[in-house]
């Protein structure tokens, strides 16, 4: 889907809660709510509650997002003290379809299966709003040896968060210790909150 756009560039959109209606690329599920934040100054996605409340990229299963640049950003808030929930379809360059699962609840790292990895997400910061940036090609060599990156084929997010934007950059951008970005890194023109 995002397969043919043009990946040289600093960034690629993938999504933005910008706009009256949602892009055709995503498909919701359940309660998520878009509403108007007066922090931010803008729209976002309200995604709370069980695990049939989600967002989905792309819309329909048997397609691609296709997206080639390996540093995926959501941009998202995550509250204290609830879950969180992320999965992402990443095809390796054999072409074997992988997948990444990322909980709260996971206590432990552990491959449930050649495909398949769970990965504890308990590391990330709650209570305000941040850049999550992964680097899916380490994550991806880190849980299957020997695989390495090709494409990110699908996400899916999970309760409980509020989300702004998701988007993919060429190289990973870094935290401080206050959340703010270091100085030598900066968020592409165009992807800031």
């Known amino acids: 889907m995002l397969l043919q756009a ?3 560039g600093p960034f690629v959109e993938v999504f933005t809660t910008t706009g009256g209606k949602l892009p055709p690329i995503c498909k919701i599920s359940g309660n998520v709510k878009k509403e108007y934040d007066k922090s931010m100054k803008g729209f976002l996605l ?3 509650g069980g695990r049939e409340n989600r967002i989905c990229f792309p819309a329909e299963e048997k397609d691609s ?5 390996s540093n995926l950003v959501l941009q998202l808030l995550i509250p204290s003290g609830k879950t969180f929930n992320l999965d992402l379809l990443v095809s390796d360059q054999s072409k ?7 909980s709260s609840s996971h206590k432990d790292f552990k491959q449930t299966s050649p495909n398949m990895a769970r990965i504890p997400f308990d590391m990330v910061r709650r209570g305000i709003w941040l850049n999550l940036c992964l680097d899916v090609r380490s994550l991806l060599q880190e849980s299957f040896a020997g695989a390495d990156f090709f494409a990110l084929d699908a996400l899916t997010i999970y309760p409980n968060c509020r989300l702004r ?3 993919t950059v060429r190289k990973a951008l870094s935290e401080s210790e206050d959340g703010m970005l270091g100085e ?3 968020l592409p023109r165009g992807a800031e909150f």
Do not use: A, M, P
């Open 6 to 8: 043009f990946h040289g």
């Open 46 to 48: 309200d995604i709370e």
């Open 65 to 69: 997002i296709g997206l080639l640049q």
């Open 96 to 102: 074997t379809k992988r997948t990444l699962s990322f």
């Open 165 to 167: 934007r998701v988007f």
């Open 184 to 186: 030598d890194e900066e």
